[in-house]
């Protein structure tokens, strides 16, 4: 490699110095910037030539004495976009609370019983059954085993067994429960076994009956299910023939047994309770227009 000469060495020294001065002089600010830009017009060329060299340089010292506040300003930026996710989030799930609690209301009026909105908070097994789900209210609310649970659409479950503070629901989609179920096209009655996520198959009593997809499924009628009467539990599929000649129907359920948050237990039945509100109870039922009265619920 070729060596300098005394003269470009010289040279070099002189150019390398004068880059030191522009960079004070930058990085000097307010206090030094005549002198900053009566330097660089003077030495216009020069200066220009210098900047192409030790440019990147330069402009890292000049950000060396804001890099802290700069990083300060990020993590309260990240920390402040953490915080207002965090209320949209909130925000979204008071809107969701809030539809199902005016979705209750409307069931609750319909039907004219008392219901008590209650929260999911853990999933089974429980009592031998698959698909079981925990509610955060009890006895002390009103609770007793064998009351309906619904979110409102349709039919979630009943209550298996309570303490002071949490129940344990069925649902009705657990492979080994039945529910009592009438076709609301042709008043047909049969029997729904639950199948989990896939739902239910219906089986009318009626080997001569003819069902048909799209047709809509209810509990009833009264005294034939363990289940509060007309609550929807799914729509038609698919119809298909069994051995016997009986026809058999694959149900969509009306509430999905795999996306339970807030339900409500209907204070109607189990061990003898009315439909009345406890005297004891420890959070609100909604109020129906018109409310069950009197022993077992009769109105």
């Known amino acids: 490699m070729r060596r300098l000469t005394r003269r470009q060495r010289v040279a070099v020294v002189v150019l390398a110095a004068t880059a030191l001065c522009f960079i004070t002089l930058d990085i000097g600010g307010g206090a030094l910037n005549s002198a900053h830009t009566g330097v660089r017009g003077a030495l216009g060329a020069l200066y220009r030539g210098t900047d192409t060299v030790l440019g990147p340089a330069r402009r890292y010292l000049q950000g060396v004495p804001s890099a802290g506040t700069n990083q300060a300003r990020v993590q309260r930026l990240e920390h402040d976009n953490a915080v207002l996710r965090g209320q949209l989030d909130a925000d979204a799930a008071d809107r969701s ?15 004219g019983y008392r219901i008590l909105p209650a929260r999911v908070i853990a999933l089974g097994p429980g009592q031998g059954f698959d698909w079981t789900v925990t509610i955060d209210a009890g006895t002390r609310a009103g609770i007793r085993a064998e009351q309906t649970v619904t979110d409102g659409d349709g039919l979630v479950g009943r ?31 049969g029997v729904l076994t639950g199948h989990g996520a896939d739902g239910f198959t219906f089986v009318p009593l009626n080997p001569a ?15 034939a299910t363990s289940f509060v009467s007309n609550l929807s539990i799914g729509t038609v599929t698919a119809v298909r023939s069994g051995a016997d000649g009986t026809e058999h129907a694959e149900v969509r359920p009306t509430s999905s047994p795999t996306a339970l948050d807030l339900v409500g237990v209907i204070l109607v039945g189990g061990g003898g309770s009315g439909g009345g509100a406890p005297a004891n109870t420890d959070r609100p039922a909604l109020s ?3 409310q069950a009265q009197g022993p077992g619920g009769q109105r």
């Not at 609370?97 to 039907?111: F, K, W, Y």
């Open 97 to 111: 609370t809030s539809a199902r609690l005016a979705t209750l209301q409307l069931a609750a009026d319909h039907g």
């Open 159 to 189: 209550v298996l067994e309570a303490d002071a503070n949490t129940s344990v629901v069925l649902l009705a989609a657990d492979p080994g429960s039945g529910v009592g179920a009438r076709d609301l096209t042709s008043g047909e009655v």
């Open 209 to 223: 009956a003819v069902l048909h997809v799209g047709d809509r499924l209810a509990t009833g009628p009264t005294g």
């Open 288 to 290: 129906p227009s018109i």
